[in-house]
């Protein structure tokens, strides 16, 4: 059982509330509209998913380590993903690849989606569950395996987001979107842009978006 609150964390929890408030306001300020996509962000506690010691800038506009040489992506880059993939219809099935410390995953819960999310680092993936279960947000299929293979038996899915830069668009993602699926994902080196790829009955459609930063996808599990 959950120890009870203390004073202190129920001060904390009033804290985060207004700052989620003012980071949701930001994320506003910065283009993103989608309500759905603003609601989820300002739902979940994004402390609970940084180490104790970063929780007081949890809610800053930066990325910050997650252990194991990995980061939990800046709130505007989770919002913004989190919106291309939904724009404009229901989330549906999703499909994350990178789960890292669950937050990202906890947005897209929170948008309605049936979310799977595969990592490939086993003691990540265990940290993930905690901190989501912390978040009362138990209903993500976490699956520890190579997301350049994705998940073929779960296929196909509505939106696929890849959370860590790859060189070249993974086939095998493609190929288990469905029809009008999206996927998003960081593409570069040293050089990152966010792109956008849409499956359409004509064919793939590829657009190059914002420039980012994100540790590398890399092959094979941990
Ligand atoms: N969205 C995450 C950030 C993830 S950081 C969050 O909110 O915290 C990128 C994650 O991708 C890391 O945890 C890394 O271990 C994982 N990763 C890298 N290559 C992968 C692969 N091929 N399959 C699955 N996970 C991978």
Redesign the pocket.
Known sequence: MAAPLTPQDQAYGMLSERTRRRMTERLRQHGVSDERVLTAMFEVPRHL?VDQALATRAYDDVSLP?G?G????QPLT?ARMTELLIQGRQPGKIL??????????AVLLKTGAEVYS????GA?LDQ?RKNLRAAKLVHARLVH????LGLPEAAPFDGILI??AARAVPAALVEQLAEGGKLVLPLGESEQHLWLIEKTAQGIQKSRLDPVK???????R?
Not at 118 to 121: F, Q, T, V
Not at 145 to 148: A, E, I, R, T
């Open positions: 998913f997650i194991h990995q980061t939990i992506s989770v994350e690849i990178g789960t890292g410390c669950g937050y990202q995953t595969m990592e490939r680092l990540i993930a395996g190579d997301g350049y959370a860590a994100f540790v590398p996808l890399l092959n094979g941990g």
